[in-house]
């Protein structure tokens, strides 16, 4: 079993594809994150913003359950763009021969999400690409891996120029009612309560030179993706921990020893870390209260015990002397609060 990534996160370009998919299902935006306990502003959603892995599967959690509909995952893949799945599509449809996509997709899959490991296995003159969730604190929906795999065969067929027809493909789940949809999307049987989620390939067929490979496009594409990989490896415990407390308040008080946990270390030894960089936990918690202040302050429809609420103060006087000790001034003097 691969090692689980702690402080898992995925980008805001693969979570916009779900939220886009539910509004294609008549489901409004805010309806959804309200529905999945998230908040996120228009700021969160534009390029390179990520988001925490558990709040993630809350997104998919809510719009499932919104949709009510079996094959939403198959939905998702179906509906993703070269976007969705940031400069790793262009590596994909750079490359000189699926094999060597699939390596690529390996090596960079953070770039999309931290939610799983992509791999090619051979067989016995077949070729399984296999899709392994790795799951933070909240359990998978079967849909992430129907979505996973429908992405991964249309990216196939797109190189192949429609030539990737899969042998077969499996999935651990059990069939979620009627099939008829999957091997309409998959032209091919659909196994379910298999040992792996995988697409089967013929083996030559990963060899094949692709008629729209371009090597120098593929090292700019490459070089690209290793700088947007250092950025998210190099990122500061202080930025993790603040987006951790960010996508995290709104759901109850956050501690540090939750933090901490999260981050797989101890409180200690983060307490130690963030001194190493000139801050302390109560200071980020304070930062991230304070602009989440500012933000709820904007909305007409919170009333200041409800932004205390959020913010984990138990009462509407500690807030107000909090913020006045932040800003110099009291929140009402920032917007029109009821």
């Known amino acids: 079993m691969t090692e689980k990534n702690q402080s898992s996160t995925v980008s805001m370009q693969w ?37 925490p892995l558990d709040d993630t599967v809350r997104i998919w959690r809510a719009a ?12 998702v893949g179906e509906n993703s763009k070269p976007s969705n799945i940031n400069v790793v599509s262009y590596l994909v449809m750079s490359s ?46 079967y849909h992430q891996a129907e979505a996973v795999l429908v992405v991964i065969y249309r990216f196939a067929r797109l190189v192949l120029q429609g030539d990737a027809h899969p042998t077969r493909v499996m999935f651990c789940h059990a069939a979620p009612g009627d099939s008829a949809e ?16 995988a697409i089967v390939f013929d083996d030559e067929l990963l060899d094949k030179s ?29 930025q993790k921990v603040y987006r951790l ?51 709820y302050l904007q909305d007409r429809d919170l009333s200041l015990q409800d932004i205390a609420a959020l913010l984990g103060f138990s009462e509407v006087s500690t807030f107000y002397r909090a913020y006045k000790r932040w800003t110099g001034h009291a929140p009402r003097q920032s917007s029109h609060i009821k």
């Open 15 to 51: 979570v916009n594809g779900i939220i886009e998919t539910a509004q294609r299902k008549g489901i409004d935006r805010q309806v959804l994150l309200t529905e999945a306990g998230i908040i996120l502003s228009d700021h969160d959603l534009i390029e390179n913003q990520r988001l």
């Open 64 to 75: 499932i359950k919104l949709s009510d509909d079996p094959h939403f995952g198959l939905s």
């Open 96 to 141: 000189a021969t699926l094999r060597d996509a699939l390596s690529k997709v390996k090596k960079f899959r953070r770039l999309v999400s931290d939610g799983g490991y992509i791999d090619y296995v051979s067989k016995e003159h077949e070729s399984w690409v296999v899709f392994e969730t790795a799951e933070e604190t909240l359990p998978f929906t």
């Open 182 to 197: 999957h091997e309409r999307i998959f032209h091919c049987p659909v196994v379910f309560n298999a040992e792996a989620n």
């Open 210 to 238: 692709l008629l729209q490979a371009n090597d120098e496009l593929s090292r700019l594409h490459e070089i690209f993706a290793e700088q947007m990989l250092a950025k998210i490896e190099k990122q500061t415990l202080t």
């Open 245 to 295: 407390l960010e996508q995290r308040m709104a759901h109850g008080p956050v501690s540090r020893d939750i933090i901490a946990s999260q981050l797989a270390m101890s409180e200690r030894s983060l307490q130690r870390k963030l001194k190493q960089e000139d801050t302390s936990f109560q200071e980020i918690v304070d930062n991230v209260r304070l602009d989440l202040a500012e933000s």
